[in-house]
């Protein structure tokens, strides 16, 4: 008798299903999820995102936000402020960035001091305004889309807030069957409101707990190391990664042990994970600055080039 698949493997066919051909960013978002980081899609308009964020939202059983970013949008606009309660005196009423699941749409067409708003949200789960501190819903996961730079309107994201982005992919056009059944069938978008919830918030933030105890030998966070390391000596890199940029490869890797059913991390986790966890960090030297190949190629040769833990190899 065939063994049930695990809830996390049902979730990845729920999301296949309304987001097609997509199969690697699907599996990314997923442990995203799993490792509480935040998500960074730099992609056109038109490929999907809005509904893996609903999607993602809906299996999980977290409460969905949609915010559209424009030049004319406010900080305030975003975290919500005071305002009169009817008896004499200021509330604080929450803005659109209290929910489960935010999704951040366009988010460079904002000015940066908009932007910036969304930099104590996304590293400590809270908001202040008026300096009183106004914790989010728990779990929290940004998931925030961008233009390509080349498109009139955008800003540069500031680096920091670049940094605390866990994960950058791009969900990229379907293949050609695939684009095909969706001219000829229904929006798979309409099936997002009947997908089952497979979660609750309580039983996430556990398997977000369980996620982040998975073992991490010693020469597998020696390897992470000595991987971001590389990046800062690498000769066609004019910024490596950072500090944090290494908590956050081994988070991902857990998770992406995890989803393989796991309990520990080797170090084809470690390099699987590496071009999205480095990809929107690291920044190539001269006229290539904004180009996303020069990059992948910089991590290509890194990975390649750092020896394995010693005892660890594949």
Do not use: C
């Not at 994960?167 to 798979?188: K, M």
Request: hydrophobic share 45%; net charge negative; aromatic share 6%.
């Amino acid at each position: 008798m065939p063994e049930e698949p695990s809830r996390w493997q049902q979730a990845l066919t729920l999301l296949s299903q309304v987001v097609r051909g997509a199969d690697m960013p699907l599996r990314l978002a997923v442990s995203a999820l799993l490792a509480r980081q935040h998500i960074l899609i730099d992609d056109v308009p038109g490929v999907g995102k809005t509904t893996l964020a609903k999607a993602l939202a809906r299996i999980t059983g977290l409460s969905f936000s949609r915010i559209q970013f424009t030049p004319d949008l406010l900080p305030g606009d975003i975290t919500g402020g005071l305002f009169p309660d009817g008896k004499g005196s200021l509330a604080f009423r929450p803005g659109p960035l209290f929910a489960g699941v935010v999704l951040a749409d366009e988010v460079n067409r904002a000015s940066p001091k908009t932007q910036s708003a969304l930099l104590e949200a996304m590293e400590e789960g809270q908001v202040t305004v008026e300096g009183k501190s106004h914790p989010l819903p728990r779990p929290f996961i940004l998931l925030a889309t961008k233009n390509p730079l080349e498109e009139e309107g955008t800003f540069l994201l500031p680096e920091a807030q670049m940094d605390r982005f866990g994960i950058s992919f791009q969900l990229g056009y379907p293949p050609t069957e695939v684009e095909a059944q969706l001219l000829l069938g229904q929006n798979p978008a309409e099936a997002i409101p009947h997908l089952p919830v497979l979660f609750s918030g309580e039983e996430l933030l556990s398997l977000q707990e369980e996620v982040a105890s998975l073992h991490l030998h010693h020469r597998v966070a020696l390897y992470i190391v000595h991987l971001v390391q590389a990046t800062r000596r690498h000769g066609s890199l004019a910024v490596g990664a950072s500090p944090r940029a290494a908590m956050i490869w081994a988070r991902m890797a857990r998770a992406w042990a995890f989803l393989k059913e796991r309990s520990y991390v080797i170090p084809d986790d470690v390099q699987e994970v590496a071009p999205y966890v480095l990809g929107h960090r690291l920044l190539p030297q001269g006229e290539a600055r904004w180009r996303r190949d020069q990059v992948e190629r910089a991590v290509g040769e890194i990975l390649r080039d750092t020896p394995l833990p010693r005892e660890m190899v594949r």
